[in-house]
C-alpha cells in the first residue's frame, strides 16, 4: 500500500510476445492516489479518488484548528474552539448568559463587544439558521442555507434604498422556519429597501405587495406576464395559472385512500449519524413515505446518508461510507435503491436528455436505416457527435468551442463551421420528413414526441420527459444548462421509462425545488404511479402539497441541530395532526381540517 522505500522489486511484465524484467523501486497504492490526485486538473478524477478519501479530526489540535496556547485562553470554562462548535442558538444563548461568569472591570471590555456578537448571532436565529454550528463549513452549507446567512449579514448593515433580489429563499425551509424568513424580509422593507424575490412558495406570494406572473408555460411557451398586481388581483386573474391555486380553483387533490403498503418494512435501527439520538425508524414498503420535520433535525442524516448509503452499499455494491447505525432490517425485500438527486445529468456540451434517458440510440439507428443513409453506406456510429466520421471535426461534436481565460471562467462560443450544428455537411444532408439529426436534436420534446409518433422506442422515451413535466426542453439540450430540478425530472424520466421490478426503493431529497404548483401536481402523479407500480418511494419535503398526499409520514425533530435528531411522530397524516408535540402536524392541520378520509 505504502510503497517499497528503499528496497527495489523485480517486475516481470509481457511485451507483445516478449517477457521483460525491471528492477525497480514500487511507488506503493497510496502514494500513486495522492500524487494523482494532487496534481490533476480533471475534477472527473478528483471526485474519482475522493470515493477512498474520509475526513478525520486532526490527532494534535481535535479539530480546534489552533494551537494550545491560544486554547489555553478560557471565558466560562470553555476555549473559543469549543465556543465554535455550538450552534447559532446556544452560542446566543451562552452570549447572554455569560456576563454573570465576569468582573465588573471585564464586563465593561466586553459589553461592546457582546452586543455585536448578540445582534449577529440573532439575525442568523432570525432566518432560520439556528441549528448551524458556527464552525460548519461553508462547502457543506445547502443553497438555501447559504443565501440566508448573506441575508442575516445585509440586515445587520442597516442600509436603506437597497434593491435586493432573492433566488427562491425558502429553499429546504420548513413551513415554521418560512414564517420567520419572510417577518425578516418585511423587515427589510420596512428600513426602506426593495426586496424583489423569486419564489414558489403560496405564502411568499400572499405576503408579497405585488406579485409578476410569468407564464403561461414553460420555456418556448413562456416569457409573458401574464398577470401583474396584488395577490388578490393576480387571484381574480382568470388567465393565471398562478392565481388559479392561490384562489382553490385548482388545487392537489388529497388522495381519497391511503395505501396500505406490501405488509413489508424497512426498518433503521439505533442510527446515531451527526445529530440522530439512536432513532429507530420504519419505513413501510409499497408506499409513498415523506419524511419531514424542521430544517436541520436530521432528516438528510437519516434518509440519505443512513438508510440510502447503506442500501446502497448492499445492494448495489456502491462505494460509499454511511452514517453509523446498528443494522437495516428489511433490504432482502429490495432489488436496487436509487437516489434521484439535483446533480448535473453530466459536466459537458456533449451530455443532453437524448443520451441520459437512452433515445439517442434508436434515434441514431432510425437515421442509419433510411434509403439515404444506406446509399451512402452510413452505419449509426456516423450520426454520432463522440466519435470522427459524421461529427464537425473543428469543434469535435460539441457545437461549441472552449476558449480557456486564464483566471476567468472558461467561455463557450458557437463553432463558426457548422454553426452550432455538430455534424458535417454530408450527415446533415441526410432527412427524414425533411428534418436532419441536428434538427431533431433542436427539437423540443413535445414536437420531438410527434416527429416520432410512429417510431415506439424513441417516442416511449419523449412520453416520460412530457409526463415529468419537461415537454419544453430540447431533445439536445446541454446538461450544462439544466437547472437542478429539470436535471432530477430527466433522471425521474430515465426511471418511468424502465420496465418495473416493483421492488426498487426510491429516494428524492426536495424534488419540488424551483417547481410550481402545476409542476408539483405533474411530479406527484408520476411519484405516485411508481408506487403503484410496487415499488417503494421515500421522498424528503417540507412542501405541504406533497406531505398531504404521502401514504406515511416520518417527521423528524422537534427543533434543528442538537434540539432534534429524533422522530417526533410518525403515521399517516391523519394521525400526524393529533400530535401537538409535531410542528408539521400542526400545519398539516390546516390543509386536512373538514376532510374524514377512508384509510385502508
Not at 497504492?29 to 475534477?43: A, F, G, K, L
Not at 431533445?475 to 425521474?492: F, P
Amino acid at each position: 500500500l505504502h510503497g517499497s522505500g528503499d528496497q527495489e522489486i523485480k517486475f516481470r511484465y509481457g511485451d507483445g510476445g516478449r517477457v521483460c524484467q525491471v528492477t525497480r523501486g514500487f511507488e506503493g497504492v497510496i502514494p500513486n492516489m495522492q500524487r494523482r490526485y494532487r496534481e490533476t486538473d480533471s475534477s472527473w478524477v478528483r471526485e474519482e479518488f475522493e470515493n477512498y478519501q474520509n475526513n478525520q479530526p486532526c490527532g494534535s489540535c481535535n479539530g480546534f484548528r489552533l494551537r494550545p496556547e491560544a486554547l489555553a485562553v478560557k471565558i466560562a470554562k470553555l476555549h473559543v474552539g469549543e465556543l465554535v462548535q455550538m450552534s447559532i442558538r446556544d452560542a446566543l444563548s451562552w452570549c447572554e448568559n455569560v456576563p454573570e461568569h465576569l468582573s465588573d472591570q471585564k464586563n465593561q471590555i466586553a459589553a461592546a463587544i457582546l452586543k455585536e456578537i448578540r445582534e449577529r448571532l440573532g439575525f442568523l436565529n432570525n432566518v432560520g439558521l439556528e441549528y448551524l454550528t458556527l464552525s460548519r463549513n461553508a462547502g457543506t452549507l445547502s443553497g438555501g442555507e447559504s443565501q440566508r446567512i448573506r441575508l442575516a449579514s445585509q440586515i445587520g448593515s442597516g442600509l436603506t434604498g437597497v434593491l435586493y433580489v432573492l433566488d427562491e429563499p425558502s429553499i429546504g425551509l420548513h413551513q415554521r422556519d418560512n414564517d420567520r424568513l419572510l417577518t425578516t424580509l418585511k423587515n427589510l422593507r420596512d428600513q426602506g429597501n426593495t426586496v424583489i424575490v423569486v419564489e414558489h412558495d403560496e405564502e411568499a406570494i400572499r405576503e408579497a405587495d405585488y406579485v409578476f406572473d410569468i407564464g403561461p408555460g414553460a420555456g418556448v411557451h413562456g416569457g409573458h406576464v401574464v398577470s401583474r398586481g396584488t395577490p388578490a388581483e393576480v387571484s381574480a386573474d382568470p388567465n393565471s395559472l398562478t392565481g388559479q391555486y392561490l384562489q382553490g380553483i385548482k388545487e392537489i387533490a388529497i388522495p381519497a385512500v391511503r395505501r396500505s403498503g406490501n405488509g413489508k418494512m424497512l426498518t433503521v435501527v439505533k442510527a446515531t449519524g451527526n445529530n440522530l439520538k439512536s432513532v429507530t425508524a420504519d419505513f413501510p414498503l409499497g408506499k409513498l413515505i415523506c419524511v419531514t420535520g424542521v430544517s436541520g433535525g436530521g432528516k438528510s442524516t437519516l434518509t440519505i446518508e443512513t438508510l440510502f448509503k447503506t442500501a446502497s452499499l448492499r445492494l448495489n455494491g456502491a462505494k460509499q461510507t454511511p452514517a453509523p447505525c446498528e443494522t437495516i432490517k428489511g433490504l432482502e425485500f429490495l432489488d436496487k435503491v436509487i437516489d434521484i438527486d439535483q446533480r448535473p445529468i453530466g459536466r459537458t456540451p456533449r451530455s443532453n436528455p437524448a443520451t441520459y434517458t437512452g433515445a439517442f440510440t434508436p434515434i441514431r439507428d432510425w437515421f442509419a436505416g433510411l434509403p439515404e443513409a444506406k446509399t451512402r453506406g452510413y452505419k449509426p456510429g456516423r450520426f454520432s457527435f463522440n466519435v470522427k466520421g459524421g461529427r464537425c471535426e473543428a469543434c469535435q461534436g460539441d457545437g461549441v468551442i472552449k476558449i480557456e481565460m486564464h483566471f476567468l471562467p472558461d467561455v463557450y462560443v458557437t463553432c463558426e463551421t457548422c454553426n452550432g450544428a455538430r455534424y458535417n455537411r454530408e450527415t446533415l444532408e441526410v432527412k427524414f420528413k425533411g428534418k436532419s439529426i441536428a434538427d431533431v436534436l433542436d427539437m423540443t420534446v413535445e414536437d420531438a414526441q410527434a416527429f416520432f409518433q410512429a417510431v415506439p422506442s424513441i417516442r416511449e422515451k419523449m412520453d416520460a420527459l412530457v409526463r415529468v413535466g419537461l415537454g419544453y426542453i430540447k431533445v439536445g439540450q446541454q446538461a450544462t444548462t439544466l437547472s437542478g430540478g429539470e436535471a432530477q425530472r430527466v433522471k425521474l424520466s430515465k426511471e418511468l421509462a424502465k420496465r418495473s421490478t416493483g421492488r426498487t426503493l426510491y429516494i428524492l431529497d426536495e424534488p419540488t425545488t424551483g417547481l410550481h404548483f402545476e409542476d408539483v401536481r405533474k411530479l406527484l402523479e408520476v411519484l405516485h404511479e411508481l408506487v403503484d407500480q410496487g415499488n417503494s418511494v421515500v421522498v424528503i419535503e417540507h412542501n405541504l402539497d406533497v406531505v398531504k398526499t404521502a401514504d406515511w409520514i416520518i417527521d423528524i425533530g422537534p427543533e434543528g441541530g442538537n434540539g432534534g435528531g429524533r422522530i417526533v411522530a410518525a403515521g399517516t397524516p391523519e394521525t400526524i395532526i393529533k400530535k401537538t408535540s409535531s410542528y408539521t402536524g400542526h400545519y398539516l392541520k390546516m390543509l386536512l381540517k373538514d376532510r374524514k378520509l377512508a384509510a385502508e
